[in-house]
């Protein structure tokens, strides 16, 4: 969403996580594993914001686009399902934000019973602070922490 992509984050600026999302999702699709994209639609508004699709170029035929209407991907969405249907057992998060739409995911994935995996520096917060708390503290109880280098 170019519209979350330009909000003021860090450490790491939303192009920089845009730029390495693309790349693991690359990384993913030619492996054979599926790439699972998520947006938001703000519930209750007939007409959403300017950038709130896809980043330009980001989906290809093949992945599976989901839109959420709340802060996680999995309320109210069929994600568990999609999941499921492809075998999947293990999710790699990244994205904006933080503390946000990855951590509301990452505790709705572990109670599906996904193994969760998080990749620090492909995502960013509203404050580098808070982002290295969360990373540092909150995620490794959840899953395994890993760089975007450490894929592929």
């Known amino acids: ?3 979350i992509v ?3 984050v860090a450490p790491h600026s939303g192009e920089d996580v845009l730029a390495r999302c693309r790349r693991l999702a690359d990384v993913f699709r030619a492996d054979g594993n599926p790439v699972v994209l998520v947006r938001v639609d703000r519930p209750g508004v007939a007409e959403q914001p300017p950038g709130s699709d896809f980043a330009e ?3 290809r035929p093949g992945d599976v686009t989901i839109v959420k209407h709340t802060v996680g991907a999995f309320h109210g969405t069929d994600l568990d399902a999609r ?3 492809r075998g999947v057992e293990r999710l790699v998060l990244a994205g904006l934000v933080t503390t946000m739409g990855v951590e509301s995911t990452a505790r709705a994935a ?3 019973g996904y193994e969760v995996e998080f990749v ?3 995502m960013s917060g509203f404050a580098a602070d808070e982002h290295d708390f969360t990373v540092e503290r909150i995620f490794p109880r959840f899953g395994t922490v890993r760089t975007a280098a450490s894929y592929g």
Do not use: K
């Open 6 to 8: 330009a909000l003021p």
């Open 110 to 112: 572990d109670d599906h």
């Open 1 to 3: 969403m170019p519209r």
């Open 83 to 85: 999941l499921r249907a």
């Open 57 to 59: 170029g980001l989906v």
């Open 120 to 122: 620090a520096d492909a």
